[in-house]
């Protein structure tokens, strides 16, 4: 394991994100196809889906480029779905850093597309 890749002397691994959340104390921050500064959550709700009653997704806030606030956001599909809440934020939990960098470009590129239709 490379040094980077762990909080220093914990031993934790931060290449996904919820050993990035639990090294660092904070959301990882990306750089999205866009250009644009962008942090990322995890969220649930309720499906009414006996057999998965809670589904989960990411959000990703963008940043105003001088970091002083939120300036909008795009959000994942539903991604992950479970008998729990724990068990969502878990599996959501375990996505590899490189996984969740792709799911911010593909939900920057699907908001343009959809704003080019609608425009």
Do not use: C
């Not at 709700?45 to 909008?72: Q, S």
């Not at 795009?74 to 969502?88: D, K």
């Amino acid at each position: 394991m490379t040094e980077s890749a762990t909080g220093p002397g914990t031993g934790e691994d931060d290449r996904t994100l919820g050993g990035y959340f639990d090294v660092h104390s904070r959301p990882p921050a990306f750089e999205a196809v866009d250009g644009q500064p962008y942090t990322v959550s995890i969220e649930t709700e309720r499906t009414g889906d006996l057999k998965a009653p809670v589904a989960g997704y990411l959000v990703f806030p963008r940043w105003a480029e001088t970091g002083l606030g939120i300036v909008g956001h795009v959000e994942s599909p539903l991604l992950w779905w479970g008998s729990t809440r724990g068990a969502v934020v878990d599996a959501a939990r375990a996505a590899t850093l490189n996984e969740v960098q792709r799911m911010l470009n593909e939900a920057v590129v699907a908001r343009a597309e959809s704003d080019g239709r609608q425009g």
